[in-house]
């Protein structure tokens, strides 16, 4: 039995019961030891809220499913997760802990997704937030096989860029910034494969010589089989396949927090 004044108790009284915890972690609850009473305020609220955000996510898995998380999946939310008080990552870590609970002890695929989205950029996670979603809306019902480079390539998006200003919630000091924002979100969201080699942005001069139905100047990209899968993994449907992406069973809660308007569209279009 976990003593209960380790760092387990702690926690357990912030999120109003240390079973919860439990339920969601299984025996690796044990692994919370005495150094989450030495968080700074902001790591352990930070490590509350993904908690949190994991048990909305898990929903009546928690009392109907038998579970456990693996202990490498538990270091990453406590040593990378507890770091990050940016919303959308909130969602993400408790969206890959939601999904590392199974019934298979070996399961450890959250550690890479922890490890991945910590490497992400707080502008990068929110831009692949936001493409994934816009593809989703775009396609949603359509049956295109994601494992397919043929198919995905039939997923190019256009997002002008009043799509791309006003999801971002750029204040005004990072205006002057959002070209260098852009570069630094598609280069390295391409970088680490959540996002097909191919895009293109730029004004609509430069678009239209290869797609002719873009009238206004903004960006191209197109979906990769890795960030369907971050995506999955950052909504707690980690064990779904990445094929049911568009399927209209399969639905994604865009946050209260995100706006995403405009003319956005596919691109059927292209010399």
């Excluded at 898995?61 to 490498?72: A, D």
Aim: overall charge neutral; proline content about 2%.
């Amino acid at each position: 039995m976990v003593d209960t004044g380790t760092g387990l108790a702690a926690l357990g009284i912030a999120l109003g019961g240390k079973d919860i915890i439990v339920k969601i972690l299984g025996p690796t609850a044990e692994y919370i030891g005495d150094e989450a009473k030495e968080f700074t305020k902001k790591r352990f609220e930070n490590v509350k809220n993904i908690f949190l955000n994991a048990t909305k996510k898990l929903g009546n898995k928690l009392e109907n499913e038998s579970g456990t998380v693996s202990p490498k999946v538990l270091k990453g939310i406590i040593d990378e997760g507890s770091y990050c008080d940016d919303f959308l990552a909130t969602e993400y870590f408790g969206g890959v802990l939601a999904s590392s609970r199974t019934g298979i002890s070996r399961d450890d695929r959250g550690a890479y997704f922890n490890s991945l989205i910590s490497r992400l950029s707080s502008y990068q996670l929110r831009f692949h937030y936001l493409v994934y979603h816009i593809i989703k809306l775009i396609y949603n019902k359509e049956t295109y096989n994601i494992g397919l480079e043929t198919d995905r390539i039939k997923l190019r998006i256009f997002i002008p860029y009043e799509t791309y200003h006003v999801g971002m919630e750029f204040i005004r000091s990072e205006e002057n910034e959002s070209g260098n924002i852009l570069t630094h979100s598609l280069t390295g969201l391409t970088k680490e494969g959540l996002l097909d080699n191919f895009f293109q942005y730029g004004n609509v001069g430069f678009l239209k010589a290869t797609f002719p139905g873009i009238d206004r100047g903004g960006i191209v990209v197109e979906p990769s089989i890795l960030g369907v899968e971050l995506f999955f993994w950052a909504y707690g449907l980690g064990q779904i396949s990445i094929n049911e992406y568009l399927r209209q069973k399969i639905t994604f809660d865009l946050d209260q927090k995100v706006n995403i308007v405009g003319d956005f569209k596919r691109i059927p279009d292209q010399k």
